[in-house]
């Protein structure tokens, strides 16, 4: 019977080492490499957190910097326009009148144009006369030159600058 136990124990001791064997095997070929597989996720997944976190912080630079650009260059702009203006204001303040007369003749083109814009769109004309004065193209053409010379009374009463005097005043 000792015979037995012993051989009973040396199959135990056996079984025991076989298992430490197989453990240590588990340990070497699965575990350690699921290991060092998790930890190089791990390491990586970091590292793309971080190189996220980069790109949006560069991205808000970027758009931080080229709305201060944006900024800076509507800035300057108002300072142009406000320098122009100034400039235009002290021309007007020398020259009043002067400088109002030459502004309303710059638009005064523009308002004919608009007056007479119509007439070029339009395909067909039926006139009727009733026989005194003119009739035709000429009578188109009256009426056109009656509107455009009421511009400088109506400048005048817009404005109060008489755009027949200032003429007067300078050499054509």
């Known amino acids: 019977m000792q015979i037995l136990v012993v051989e009973r124990s040396q199959q135990i ?3 025991e080492q076989e298992i ?3 453990e240590k095997e588990l340990e070497a070929q699965i575990r350690r490499p699921a290991e060092a597989e998790k930890y190089r996720l791990e390491k990586l997944a970091v ?17 931080k910097l ?6 800076f260059a509507i800035e300057a ?11 235009k204001a002290d021309a007007w303040k020398e020259y009043k009148e002067a400088a109002m ?4 003749l710059d638009v005064l083109p523009k308002v004919v144009a608009e007056v007479a814009g119509p007439l070029s769109q339009t395909k067909r004309v039926v ?8 009739i035709g193209a000429t009578k188109i053409t009256k009426e056109v030159l009656d509107i455009v010379n009421q511009l400088p009374s109506v400048v005048h009463s817009m404005t109060g ?3 027949n005097q200032a003429l007067k005043g300078q050499k054509v």
């Open 101 to 104: 007369v030459d502004m309303v």
């Open 13 to 15: 001791a056996l079984q």
């Open 77 to 87: 702009k108002a300072k142009a326009e406000a320098e122009q203006m100034a400039k």
């Open 161 to 163: 600058i008489d755009i």
């Open 20 to 22: 430490m064997r197989r």
């Open 127 to 134: 006139m009727v006369s009733s026989g005194n004065g003119e």
């Open 66 to 71: 080229k709305g201060d650009a944006e900024a």
């Open 47 to 63: 590292a793309n957190g971080i190189e996220a976190i980069l790109r949006a912080e560069a991205i808000a630079e970027s758009i």
